[in-house]
C-alpha cells in the first residue's frame, strides 16, 4: 500500500512537471513585492488555479486561488487564459516566506504543481529590474535593465520558449540584442515587436531568474481634422439666423471699438492744440497805427492831441509780429523830423523817413 502511494505522489509530481512552467528561483528584498508567471498546459483552461504555500505539494497551505480571492490583499491571482498563463503576486515578503507552489486543481485527480523559492535578502537582491511590466508598441523597441552581482552566463528568454545568449539573436520573430558593456548591468533590447511577442520573458542566470511581463500594442492612431468647404445653399433658415446673430455681435463690438478710439483721440487733439500768433506777413497790407500824444505845455501852445498816421508798412524780412518791423512814409503832425520807436506788447517797431503834414 505505501509502494502504491509513493508511486501516486510520483506520477502526481512528473505530472505537474510537464503541465506548469515557472521560475525556479527568484531573489527578493525583503519587505518588496514579486509577481510569478505559471505557464500550464491548455487542456487546463478551464480548471481552477491556486497559489500554494509550503515545501510539499501535498502539505502546502492553499492562499489565493481563481475563484477564491484573499481577503487579507496579501496576495492576488489572475489567470489569462487566451496565453495560459496564470500570475501570482505576494506583498511584504518576510523571511520565513520562501517555498511556494503554483498549481492547478485537477476534478477527480491529484492536483498538479510545480515548486519554486524566493531567495529573501535584507540587501540588494542578487538579481533585480527596476520593473517587472514594460509596454511597448508595434514596430518599436524596448529595452529592459537587470542589474545583477552574480556569476554565470546572463541570458534573455520567453517563458517556456527559446532563451538568447552572446550579444544577440532572436525570439519568435523579435530580434533581440544583449549589451553588457556596464558592469553588472544587463541590457536587452527586442526590436521588430508584433502583437505576438506579449509574454512573460525571464532574465538571469542558471536556477536564479526575474520575470519580466512584455505587452506589445498597436500604436495610437493620430486624429486627422479634414477640412470642410462651405455651401451656403445646404443651409437652413434656422442656420442662416444664427449665422447672422454670429457675424452681427462682432460687427458690432468693433464699430463700438472704431467709435471709442475715433472720439478719444478727437478729445486728446482738442486738448493738446495750442493758439499760436498770427504768422501771417504784412505783405500787401496797410496797416494804420493811431497814436495820441501829450506835449508838455510850452508857451507857444498847450498840449494837444494829434494823430499820426503809418502807412505803408513793409518789414524788412519774413519776421513774425515779434520781429523788429520797419515803416516808412509815416504822416504826422507838424513837428521836427525825427525817428521814433513805438513798442506795442512785445513788438519792436522802427520808424523812418518821416513827412510833416500840418497839425490835424
Known amino acids: 500500500m505505501a509502494f502504491n502511494l509513493s508511486f ?16 525556479t528561483e527568484v531573489p527578493v528584498k525583503a519587505g518588496d513585492s514579486v509577481t510569478i508567471p505559471c505557464l500550464y498546459n491548455s487542456r487546463h483552461t478551464s480548471h481552477v488555479k491556486y497559489l500554494c504555500e509550503g515545501y510539499k505539494l ?17 496576495f492576488s491571482i489572475s489567470d489569462d487564459k487566451r496565453q495560459n498563463v496564470f500570475t501570482v503576486t505576494i506583498k511584504d515578503l518576510m523571511d520565513e516566506e520562501a517555498n511556494y507552489w503554483c498549481a492547478v486543481e485537477i476534478d477527480g485527480g491529484a492536483d498538479v504543481g510545480v515548486y519554486f523559492h524566493l531567495s529573501i535578502t535584507d540587501g540588494m537582491p542578487a538579481l533585480y529590474v527596476d520593473h517587472q511590466a514594460i509596454t511597448g508598441y508595434v514596430g518599436d523597441d524596448i529595452t ?4 545583477y552581482n552574480t ?8 517563458l517556456g520558449s527559446t532563451c538568447v545568449t552572446g550579444s544577440s539573436g532572436s525570439i519568435d520573430g523579435a530580434n533581440v540584442t544583449i549589451n553588457m558593456t556596464l558592469p553588472n548591468i544587463f541590457n536587452v533590447t527586442m526590436r521588430g515587436l508584433t502583437t505576438e511577442s506579449s509574454d512573460w520573458y525571464l532574465c538571469g ?18 486624429t486627422t481634422v479634414s477640412s470642410t468647404t462651405f455651401d451656403p445653399e445646404l443651409l437652413t433658415p434656422q442656420d442662416l439666423i444664427v449665422t447672422v446673430h454670429w457675424l452681427i455681435i462682432p460687427l458690432s463690438v468693433l464699430i463700438i471699438v472704431i467709435v471709442t478710439i ?16 498770427d504768422t501771417a506777413t504784412a505783405e500787401d497790407a496797410e496797416v494804420t497805427y493811431t497814436i495820441k500824444h501829450k506835449r508838455k505845455p510850452s508857451r507857444e501852445s498847450r498840449a494837444k492831441e494829434y494823430t499820426v498816421i503809418y502807412s505803408e508798412v513793409m518789414p524788412e524780412s519774413d519776421a513774425t509780429i515779434d520781429a523788429e518791423v520797419v515803416c516808412s512814409s509815416v504822416v504826422m503832425p507838424a513837428m521836427k523830423q525825427q525817428r521814433q520807436t513805438v513798442e506795442r506788447k512785445s513788438e519792436d517797431v522802427t520808424y523812418s523817413s518821416l513827412v510833416h503834414l500840418q497839425d490835424m
Open 8 to 23: 501516486f505522489f510520483i506520477l502526481a509530481g512528473l505530472t505537474g512537471i510537464h503541465s506548469i512552467t515557472t521560475v
Open 151 to 158: 556569476s554565470g552566463e546572463m541570458r534573455w528568454c520567453r
Open 262 to 277: 475715433w472720439f478719444t483721440l478727437k478729445r486728446a487733439n482738442k486738448h493738446t492744440e495750442v493758439e499760436l500768433p
Open 144 to 147: 529592459i535593465t537587470c542589474y
Open 205 to 222: 542566470t542558471g536556477d536564479l531568474k526575474m520575470p519580466v511581463h512584455v505587452t506589445v500594442a498597436e500604436k495610437p492612431s493620430t
Open 58 to 74: 501535498l502539505f502546502c497551505k492553499s492562499v489565493v486561488k481563481t475563484d477564491q480571492p484573499d481577503s487579507s490583499g496579501k
